[in-house]
């Protein structure tokens, strides 16, 4: 009886042995989690970047208030640079955070602790990654106040904290896993570091393409299919052209696949196979599995199908003009405000019409005043409508910047799309709209100028505080 109840004691603290261990293993993401967050932010990374990120910002917002150019941009214009420069910075951070997070290791010899700790590999890659997301928050928290002022008021401010909250969480996570994924397969901080960057080069370089080269099925294709064009995109029709996000939800579909990708890369393909050497070993014995993954990831990437910007509609022949009328005939606005109207246009003929394209243009009434430069007050001078049934109708919603102040003509024409290349097509110009510009009280850059200065200093004097901790855990460790 005894024997049994030995044996029984036994195997009772085994099962709790094992369950502790088991326990401990589950919850080790956690501690390297912590401990990745006690490196980049009590070690100085995080703070050092976000001092950077924050002088950067803050030059770039006090440029838009007090130049007397760009101080005329509308505020949804100022919201939409401003976010994109936080953005595209908080890339940059995940980049250099993730590039460093496994090469790093290597490079200082404390990778090797790591592995014989008893977990999984995987668990590894999970805490180091959850730590270096912890600096977008910070970025995001710290573009606010600057979106705040130059909003002025206006309703770009909240759309611009929500869509940039959103569409940042999609980007900044899928670029930190691509820069720890280039550092899994690195063994010196220095080509982690040389491949990232040319890669962050690489996605934003059709960024950066003149508008000509945009046009047209490849070049929209091209922005497209580039998670980074796809979200400059989405916020600028959203934030600049008040366009609704049911019509331009076909944008988000490139970022979030991206994402995707560089997560399932990260920790199904790289994370259980984190070794002291870069990379995994090179095998023609791939598992099943493995092969299906990489097939899904694929077909994540190239297989979306046919991006709704390449579609076009076949031409066909009108028999009559079509009719195109405007909503407004007289507005009174101040310089660097915004005028909203519509126009509908008209199809009369018995016949389907071919594509259509609709234009706006402005003229200054005042023979001696300004060129009106149709670009600057419109963020999408031209629309394009496939084809309307016949007797059918369809609404167009314009916006124009008020750029100088003055008198001017605005009105829309429509053209049918021509059959071919040596067609041509008839014109139809709407009735015009008498627009009054007042003068305009540019932005006061002393409201910009606190936040300006206040970040950065209140980042380097946490920085100084950090650095005092340090040494202070240095000294009492060594002692």
């Known amino acids: 009886m005894s024997d049994i109840t030995v044996q029984a004691g036994g195997k009772q ?125 910070a970025a995001m928290l710290i573009d606010i106040p600057f979106m705040h002022v130059l909003a002025q008021g206006d309703e770009a401010f909240w759309l611009g904290v929500l869509w940039g909250g959103i569409l940042g969480s999609v980007l900044v996570p899928a670029f930190t896993a691509m820069g720890m994924f280039v550092s899994f397969w690195c063994n010196s901080n220095k080509t982690s570091f040389l491949v990232n960057l040319g890669l962050y080069i690489l996605f934003f370089l059709p960024v950066q393409l003149p508008g000509r080269a945009q046009a047209g099925a490849p070049g929209q294709f091209l922005q497209w299919i580039n998670p980074i064009a796809a979200v400059w995109n989405f916020l600028e029709k959203i934030l600049v052209n008040n366009r609704t996000p049911a019509e331009r939800w076909t944008w988000l579909n490139p970022p979030i696949v991206f994402c995707l990708a560089m997560l399932l890369l990260l920790f199904l393909y790289a994370g259980p196979s984190l070794s002291l050497e870069g990379g995994r070993p090179f095998s023609f014995r791939l598992r099943r599995g493995r092969i299906t993954g990489l097939l899904l990831i694929a077909g994540l990437l190239f297989g979306l199908g046919v991006s709704p910007v390449l579609a076009q509609a076949p031409a066909a022949a009108v028999a009559k003009p079509l009719q195109i009328s405007v909503n407004m005939d007289y507005k009174v606005v101040r310089a660097g405000e915004s005028l909203f109207f519509d126009t509908v246009i008209t199809n009369p003929a018995a016949e389907i019409s071919p594509p259509i394209i609709a234009a706006i243009n402005i003229i200054n009434i005042d023979k001696e005043g300004e060129v009106v430069d149709p670009e600057d007050w419109s963020p999408e001078r031209t629309q394009y409508i496939e084809q309307l049934p016949p007797g059918q109708s369809t609404k167009l919603s314009w916006r124009i910047n008020a750029i100088l102040d003055g008198d001017f003509m605005v009105y829309i024409v429509a053209m049918p799309q021509p059959a071919g290349q040596e067609a041509t097509s008839q014109v139809v110009a709407s009735p015009g709209i008498h627009l009054t510009v007042t003068p305009f009280t540019r932005l006061n850059p002393r409201g910009v100028l606190p936040y300006t200065i206040g970040w950065p200093l209140v980042i380097g004097l946490s920085l100084l505080y950090v650095q005092r901790r340090r040494r202070s855990e240095i000294e009492t460790g060594g002692s």
Not at 26 to 47: D, K, N, Q, V, Y
Not at 62 to 90: D, G, H, R
């Open 13 to 137: 603290r085994v099962a709790v042995s094992q369950a502790k261990a088991s326990s401990a293993k589950s919850s080790t993401w956690r501690i390297m989690f912590l401990r990745e967050l006690h490196e980049l932010w009590i070690g100085g990374r995080a703070p050092t970047l976000l001092l950077i990120y924050s002088l950067l910002l803050g030059v770039v917002t006090y440029v838009f208030a007090s130049n007397n150019e760009l101080s005329l941009m509308p505020p949804k214009e100022m919201v939409y640079e401003t976010l994109k420069t936080a953005i595209s910075v908080s890339l940059l951070m995940g980049l250099i955070i993730g590039a460093d997070s496994i090469s790093g290791e290597r490079e200082r010899a404390t990778l090797e602790s790591l592995l014989l700790t008893p977990t999984s590999r995987r668990q590894i890659i999970v805490g180091k990654f959850l730590a270096a997301l912890s600096v977008w928050p």
